[in-house]
């Protein structure tokens, strides 16, 4: 048994639905359910608070927030406008927020709750996103606790929203493999000077998958922060619906041991994953990341000392 994981959870991110959409109720239950069930990983469950206005607006626009809070219609085709979506989101960016907070007091942290977060831009929800809570996140740890900090994001899509929201901040990297051509289409290149993005084919064997991640994880440590976000998006699985790429349970197992060997905490939030198996998935990357020892795991979290003054 590895160390502890803080899993953070609360089944009322499941009171929201749309008839036939993938990003559906049952993606969160079925994997809490099967975390519960297993026993190679132990667990401390806590429930989100929801993110305070103040940490929202330090990372989207007035407009934007107010749009989630009262907008009727629909955001974009693929991005519904549901009852109750602006506490949904407020909770899914408290959780990551709480995720970070773990992080900084030396635990594993992994966020299990949607909406995922990732396309949301400054100003515009897209892609099932509303807010951008791994954005929000980084930017408390930044401008609230001095930290340098890194996002790697592995979800098959593009985390455009990230990006955006992260670009020319210098305590930030953002780095990304992600396939392309492929939902939203962009991230094809780097953006200086603080975006790393590596596209990917459709159809790229996993060995191949796995060669970008690792180059990705070679600017997160030449970055040297103090602290990791993961976007974790399990949809670069052979099996999802939205995607063609060929990772398998183990590869996730295997890219959960590369954020163990990260040279500082990290905390995880699910972002994508559409397939059956997408509880198996998280499963796995749990545990590849809790029994890996990583060397700078303190528990006592004494390593974890601010290099950047906050801006
Ligand atoms: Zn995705």
């Known amino acids: 048994m590895g160390d502890p994981v803080v899993l953070i959870y609360d089944e009322q991110c499941a009171a929201y639905a749309a008839s036939g959409h993938p990003e559906r109720p049952q993606r969160v239950l079925s994997s809490a359910a099967r975390l519960r069930e297993q026993t190679k990983i132990s667990f401390e469950w806590h429930a989100p608070r929801l993110a305070p206005r103040e940490a929202i607006l330090r990372a989207h626009r007035l407009a934007h927030h107010d ?17 109750g979506i ?7 960016a408290g959780g990551a927020m709480d995720a970070m907070t773990h992080a900084t007091g030396g635990k594993k942290a992994f966020s299990l709750l ?19 809570s791994m954005g929000i996140a980084v930017l408390e740890a930044v401008h609230q606790k001095g930290l340098r900090v890194a996002v790697f994001d592995f979800d098959v899509h593009h985390g455009n929203g990230t990006e955006e929201m992260l670009l020319g901040c210098p305590e930030t990297l953002f780095v990304s493999v992600h396939q392309s051509p492929c939902y ?7 953006h200086p000077p603080n975006a790393r993005n590596y596209p990917i084919r459709p159809h790229t064997k996993a060995k191949d998958h796995r060669k970008a991640l690792l180059r990705a994880l070679e600017d997160v440590h030449a970055f040297q922060p103090d602290l990791v976000g993961v976007s974790a998006g399990f949809d670069a ?31 995880a939030i699910l972002e ?7 509880g198996q998935l998280v499963e796995a990357f749990l545990l590849g990341w809790s029994i890996s020892t990583g060397e700078h795991m303190d528990p006592q979290g004494s390593n974890l000392q601010p ?3 906050t801006r």
């Open 67 to 83: 749009a989630v809070a009262t907008q009727k219609h629909a955001f974009d085709e693929d991005t519904p406008s549901h009852e």
């Open 86 to 92: 602006y506490h949904h989101a407020l909770r899914a």
């Open 114 to 132: 949607r909406p995922p977060g990732h396309h949301a831009t400054p100003e515009r929800a897209m892609g099932f996103c509303y807010f951008n």
């Open 184 to 190: 939203p289409g962009t991230g094809l290149v780097h």
């Open 237 to 267: 699985y052979r099996l999802d619906p939205l995607a063609q790429a060929s990772l398998e349970v183990e590869d996730y197992l295997w890219i959960g041991e590369q954020v163990a060997l990260l040279p500082c905490p990290a905390f």
């Open 272 to 278: 994508g994953g559409y397939s059956e198996d997408l």
């Open 307 to 309: 290099t950047m003054k």
